[in-house]
């Protein structure tokens, strides 16, 4: 079920929809411009009002468990111990390379723009392996790429909206051990640490859109990291409201040389992430000052 120009529809077989007609708050019939014979759609709710099943012609399926529903992290249950991982990652290297490549010059996103707001899950419980994985919550990208995320935030304030940041440049060890700790039928979701992350080069960000007015999150129709199909960017979302957002991040976003990556709507890489090296400095060493 999901909504299109103020209309409820309903796709009842792979590409093919109906539009539903309000009988009342909690039954529906097709539309009969759709050309569709159908009895009515019942909706059962919760005492909170929320929609927990849809009953047609006497069958009743309930409402499909997609990602969480109080807005907090889908967790995936890691193969591995995360701290015996860490403690194994910090000792290896990252994968040799050649070529020849621009010499790092990260810049912390806080110094970009005071609009710019934080949520570095890595850097507490609240993410996708429920471990920490930084000691200090930080937003680093390539200079370029700042300078281009700022360009950004400031033309988002026309439309009365924020960036959220939640991560941004990754130490080559940690994707490491996300690869080593999440199943293997969920590896779409990180990146392979034989080829290195665009994290690890300091060019991909991953984001939302906050409410200047609120400082809430936006629903995007998906959460961060979540392990589900609502990842993806073309999962049909239930709302046009959550759709235009999703174009809204889309469009501003390219608009400065980043490409979204069709897995993950709140991750974006710049246009230049082949120039840069794979990196494996922590937090504390740029923060000091090292590179």
């Known amino acids: 079920m999901f909504e299109r120009a103020g209309r409820l529809l309903a796709r009842v ?71 015996e991982l860490l403690a194994q990652a910090r000792r290896l290297v990252p994968p040799a390379e050649s070529g020849a490549f621009r010499g790092p010059d990260l810049v912390e996103l806080s110094s970009v723009d005071a609009a710019i707001r934080f949520d570095i899950r890595y850097a507490t419980t609240n993410n996708f392996l429920g471990s920490v994985f930084y000691a200090s919550a930080h937003a680093f990208l390539q200079r370029p790429a700042a ?28 994707t490491r051990v996300f690869w080593d700790a999440t199943p293997p039928d969920q590896h779409w979701l990180v990146a392979n640490p034989d080829q290195g992350s665009k994290h690890n080069r300091g060019c991909a960000v991953d984001l939302t859109l906050y409410d200047l007015s609120t400082g809430a999150p936006v629903d995007m129709g998906g959460t961060y990291d979540e392990a589900t199909p609502r990842s993806f960017v073309d999962y049909t979302v239930a709302t ?3 759709r235009w957002h999703r174009e809204l991040l889309r469009i501003v976003m390219e608009d400065e040389s980043f490409a979204r990556n069709p897995k993950e709507w709140w991750h974006f890489d710049y246009r230049d992430w082949r120039a840069y090296p794979i990196l494996n400095l922590s937090f504390e060493m740029l923060a000091g000052g090292g590179r």
């Open 13 to 83: 077989a792979a590409g093919d929809t109906m539009t539903l007609v309000s009988v009342s708050d909690s039954q529906f019939t097709a539309s009969e411009r759709d050309g569709k014979s159908s009895g009515r759609l019942v909706f059962h709710r919760d005492q909170a009002g929320r929609v927990r099943a849809v009953e047609d012609a006497g069958r009743t399926a309930p409402r499909r468990a997609v990602g969480p529903e109080d807005g907090r992290q889908l967790r995936l249950a890691p193969v591995r111990p995360v701290a």
């Open 147 to 174: 300078e281009a995320l700022g360009r950004v935030q400031r033309r988002l304030h026309a439309y009365g909206y924020g960036l959220l940041i939640h991560d941004a440049y990754r130490p080559w060890f940690v």
């Open 240 to 242: 046009d409201r959550q």
